[in-house]
């Protein structure tokens, strides 16, 4: 049995942020129903890269999910929603705030039809508040909370990160929040309306930032390769490349000046005695470092480090990350098959249960491939399913 086998629930979102909370909840185990607008579905299926036509890009975030095609701007599709929703437990969306109410399929409106619904908004801005009807994009919000001016190098172009950070993490507070309020109603009975914005999600992770700013007004500056608070706590250049060195405390230190530097005498030199020296130091800590360092390669310091513990790691590439022994060990790498792609690879599950494993139970579905079961479920009949094609209710 999987943790969230009874909870059903219903998704009205597209792209990224929405889908990866539903793909994650499909996970453990929820029933997905993935609702699609009849024409082209899901955004996210027009992105490529495709395999036989089909985007791979939607089959990595939609696996567990099953697809049926409703117009929800024409009335009798919108009764098939409202059937479904009356039996649902979840609700997630990510239109731009007032587009459900023009649809009918509101918080209000289906609170009234099922009392008990966890409905959960995902936007740019949230609900309410002075930019709230705006359109707004993993980019922008990567701009507006200053990760943007903290990423790169001092004086150089702004960086965005290499990955939808804001987008993701918009779906994962968005999990985490829904099961909140699944704890609650469990509790209550009652369901509530849940206002993501991924503009805001993002702002609780600048701890170190934060603790600056509040207490002394010192605005963060882009730190490129090396950490805000700790030294040498960065990348590092050896012979044949860099790698990632996290020398997080004291301790730490001295084992690697002592054990993989063998330089004891190190730790004795009045720049870098303690973590904060170190830190206002790091210019010429990195200097000497890297010339004590020049002259063996990554993978030989990797396994100097590893035999004193010391924290260190590689540089990889994507590549060489999805082919990394640990993570195959570990099932980060997982394979699924799908009826138009074949044999597909898609990134497993972060989150060990020693009692109820997620698993990939179906892959990402074709465009209004359950459309049929999920309505024949609600006891529509054949001609009636015919009948809501021809009306350009349903796909």
Not at 25 to 44: C, F, P, R, T
Not at 127 to 137: D, E, I, L
Not at 323 to 345: C, F, N, T, W
Request: glycine share 10%; charged share 25%; net charge negative.
């Amino acid at each position: 049995m999987l943790p969230l086998e009874r909870l059903k629930v219903l998704d009205v979102s597209q792209i990224m942020a929405g889908p990866y909370c539903t793909m994650v909840l499909g996970d453990m185990g929820a029933e997905v129903i993935k609702v699609e607008k009849i024409n082209g579905g899901d955004d996210s299926r027009q992105m490529g890269p495709y395999v036989n036509d089909e985007s791979t890009c939607f089959s990595q975030i939609n696996r567990n999910k099953k697809s049926i095609s409703l117009n929800l701007k024409e009335e009798r599709a919108r009764e098939i929603f409202y059937r479904l929703a009356r039996e649902a437990d979840v609700i997630v969306e990510n239109y731009r705030p007032g587009v459900t109410t023009s649809l009918k399929i509101d918080f209000d409106t289906i609170k009234a039809i099922n009392p008990g619904i966890i409905y959960c908004s995902i936007s740019g801005y949230g609900q309410t508040g002075p930019y709230s009807h705006r359109g707004g994009f993993d980019l922008v919000a990567q701009g507006m909370t200053g990760l943007m001016s903290m990423t790169g190098e001092k004086g150089r172009r702004p960086l965005k990160t290499g990955v939808a950070v804001y987008d993701i993490g918009g779906g994962i507070t968005a999990v985490y929040s829904i099961l909140a309020a699944y704890i609650h109603r469990m509790a209550t009975g009652e369901g509530q309306h849940i206002d993501i914005a991924i503009t805001e999600c993002g702002l609780p992770w600048f701890t170190w930032e934060a603790a600056a700013y509040f207490s002394e007004g010192k605005v963060p500056e882009p730190t490129g390769w090396r950490h805000r608070v700790s030294a040498p706590y960065q990348a590092v250049k050896a012979r044949d490349g860099y790698l990632m060195l996290g020398c997080a405390n004291q301790r730490t230190w001295e084992r690697f000046c002592a054990d993989v530097l063998e330089r004891p005498a190190l730790m004795e030199d009045p720049r870098f005695i303690t973590n904060s020296d170190r830190g206002q130091n790091v210019e010429e800590l990195e200097a000497l470092l890297e010339t004590m360092m020049a002259d063996r390669d990554v993978d030989d310091w990797l396994a100097s480090c590893d035999r004193a513990g010391v924290p260190a790691g590689p540089i990889n590439d994507f590549a060489q990350a999805m082919s990394d022994e640990h993570y195959l060990a570990r099932g980060m790498v997982q394979e699924m098959e799908h009826p138009v792609i074949g044999k597909m690879k898609t990134v497993g599950f972060p989150s060990k249960f020693s009692a109820t494993p997620s698993q990939i139970r179906s892959p990402a579905p074709l465009f209004g491939q359950h459309t049929d079961d999920v309505l024949g479920g609600l006891g529509l009949t054949s001609d009636e399913l015919a009948t809501l094609r021809d009306e350009g209710c349903i796909k």
